[in-house]
């Protein structure tokens, strides 16, 4: 999220499933995400994951103040996601040189699902989430198991995202160096059209 993809804003979707203003639904939405972010690495299989997913949905309905009856099928409905414009050529450049790409994030074992509804799945050749790994960025495990999958020493490495917390602390206390994905500027990269250049 912020580096390969974004979330359309589900605020509209939610409001007219929900039958609340859009201000309700959305305040409802970051009780519902800050819910999320707090348990997210309880949702590493399916089964725990729709577990996660229904105590989430409690929260948005709790915090809508609506019956909670139908709201899981709302909050899902409501969550799509996008690719950036700039993700599948820069993956699609960078693998036609023949370097191993590796998805690293904080996400649910669901995020193999979300990136190939968005087409970036085949551009990739691993996908590694914390709740699977069972450790969040910046924690040193899921940088190791990124590495694993690459098949590659740390010093070998490159590590692109839009977090100085997560990704780039992260990245740098395993030994990986990291580039700062900002695309409001102020980072290593505006957009992910700028890293064949770097890596050249």
Known sequence: ??????????????????????????????????????????GRDAASLADLRARS??????????????????????????????????????????????????????LPEVLERIGLLPLVDAVISSAVVGVAKPGRAIFDAALAAAGCRAAEAVH?????????????AAGIRPLLLARDGGGDLLTLGELPALLS
């Open 1 to 42: 999220m912020g580096t390969l993809l974004r979330l359309v804003p589900p605020g509209p979707a939610l409001a007219g499933a929900l039958g609340v203003d859009l201000a309700t639904a959305e305040s409802a939405f970051r009780a519902e995400v800050a819910y999320y972010l707090e348990h997210q690495l309880d």
């Open 160 to 172: 692109v995202g839009d977090s100085l917390d997560n990704d780039v602390r992260g990245a740098h």
């Open 57 to 110: 949905a409690a929260v948005l309905a709790d915090a809508a103040g609506v019956d909670p009856d139908g709201v899981l099928d709302a909050l899902m409905a409501s969550l799509r996601f996008e690719a950036y414009e700039d993700a599948a050529p820069a993956l699609a450049e960078l693998r036609a040189r023949g370097l191993r790409l590796v998805v690293v994030s904080n996400w649910d074992c669901s």
